[in-house]
């Protein structure tokens, strides 16, 4: 597979970075210092690492370069090495950025969850990708994308701050249990619901109707039963199946 290095990809990946160190940083420094909840900050770095790809063109893979999102796969997972603890303890710049989002609850898997997370949901979405290229439907493969970026980066703050309703969640490599909100659940259902009425243009009306009664309910409970930090594999899987058996079922 030929990858292609031109100066837009690099100049592409140079911003992502800088935006991802800056952010982190201040977050990080509100963490320690304005004691802002780190649910809060964690979501904001959620955001950013969303949105700023899909504003630089680069939010998923197209036909044409897979092997750039390949590589941008591998950078995404080889990043976090930097956040081990020998060097985070010796770089404050590290240090601070990483209690950005070191949740107290996670500890001690918080960078184990957060990597293995990052490499599975590049696992899913590669070859979904492919598939869905292969029979001309690369573009829907956004709507489980955005829902994931949007309605599981709204949920956690919505949840901290306004559920009432909660219920247990496990977590990989342990047996503690982590509490979610149907509140937050919510979110993600109507999330579901408004991008798939987002996407209403690429469906016939059987299709439409049947995405907008099976697919949000689907994603809510994948959501709702993943473990703990690991959402998006678990929703891009979901995601891309659900939208797949419905445009070919229907």
Known sequence: MEILFDVSYLLTQSINVFVL?????????????????????RKINHFLLFFIPIILNRGYAHEEVYGL??????????????????????????????????RPEDRPYTLLWIVTQTA??????????????????LHL????????????????????????HHYSAYALF????????????????????????????????????VAMIAIPLIMTLFEAFSPHTWDAPTMFFAGCASIFGVIKLF
């Open 21 to 41: 160190v800056f952010t982190q940083f201040i977050n990080g420094l509100l963490v320690l210092h304005k004691n802002v909840k780190v649910n809060y900050t």
């Open 141 to 164: 493969i956004a709507i489980p994308i955005f829902i994931y970026g949007i309605g599981d980066g709204l949920a956690e703050p919505v949840g901290v701050k306004f559920g009432k």
């Open 69 to 102: 999102y390949a590589l941008g796969a591998v950078i995404a997972v080889a990043k976090f090495i930097f956040y081990i603890k020998p060097i985070r303890d010796r770089v404050f710049l590290i240090r601070t950025m990483f209690h950005s989002f070191d």
């Open 174 to 209: 342990t047996k503690k249990k982590y509490t979610r909100s149907l509140e937050g659940s919510a979110v993600v259902f109507i999330t579901s619901l408004a991008v798939i009425a987002a996407f209403y243009s690429f469906f016939t009306l059987p299709q439409f109707i």
């Open 120 to 137: 599975a949901g590049h696992l899913v979405l590669l070859p979904a990708s492919i598939i869905f290229s292969y029979y001309d439907l």
